[in-house]
């Protein structure tokens, strides 16, 4: 069952400009959020989370907003550089619980 | 290098096999996962442990199975192996389940079912 949803497998975005990533999902319990970025030949990287409580949050050039009513969330990416070049990972998962949800994945180019 | 050590990288078998995949956790965590990445599929969980018991159970097929050892690092063993599971395979800990912090991963092994 695909709890989480990441609807677009690509994004490519010029460099310096905004890149932002989406993802649904359909788990109302669902209450802790994250970001991972992967590399090829690299095991994915966490880069951000965000908790039910927030409907943002900003780290450097990364934020995640989170719309709970609508199940979705985003992440921007400002400005883009191509060391962003990879895939992105949307995962879920509830606090306490024993395991975590993870989308499909959105490779995201950017083009110098 | 992320602290958590997966062996081996590549695993080349033929179907009808039995492989064992070998992760060891960041230091001082507990919590291991296991999850299985198809070409174009998502992560998807497997199984995981905390303090050598078996804590939850995802999508994992009864030919596949795994362990948490005393000192921490965990195998999953795969057998009868199918074609279709040729994926990566990665591991992951946390210090404890309960913890807020997202996983760290290892860097995965490649296994082929030929």
């Known amino acids: 069952d695909q709890q989480v949803k990441q609807n677009s497998p690509s994004l490519s975005v010029q460099e310096g400009r905004i890149s932002i990533l989406n993802c649904d999902y359909t788990?109302?319990?669902?209450?802790?959020f994250l970001w991972y970025k992967k590399y090829p030949a690299e095991g994915p990287t966490f880069l951000i989370s965000i908790s039910s409580i927030k409907d943002k949050n900003e780290d450097g050039r990364f934020t995640v907003f989170l719309n709970k009513s609508a199940k979705h969330l985003s992440l921007h990416i400002v400005p883009s550089q191509p060391g962003d070049s990879a895939v992105y990972f949307c995962a879920a998962s509830a606090i306490n619980n024993n395991d975590m949800r993870f989308g499909a994945g959105t490779r995201l180019t950017v083009k110098p | 290098d992320s602290g958590v050590t997966q062996t081996p990288k590549h695993l080349i078998t033929a179907t009808g096999q039995r492989v064992t995949l070998r992760c060891s956790p960041r230091?001082?965590?507990?919590?291991v996962y296991w999850y299985q990445q198809s070409l174009d599929q998502g992560l998807q969980f497997l199984i995981q442990y905390y303090n050598g018991e078996e804590r939850a159970k995802g999508n994992i097929l009864e030919r596949f199975s795994a362990q948490q050892f005393p000192d921490l690092h965990s195998e999953l063993n795969l057998s009868s192996l199918e074609l279709g599971d040729s994926a990566l395979y990665f591991c992951a800990s946390k210090p404890t389940p309960d913890s807020l912090y997202g996983y760290t991963f290892g860097s995965g092994t490649r296994l082929t079912v030929v």
């Open positions: 788990n109302s319990m669902f209450d802790y």
């Open positions: 230091s001082g965590d507990l919590s």
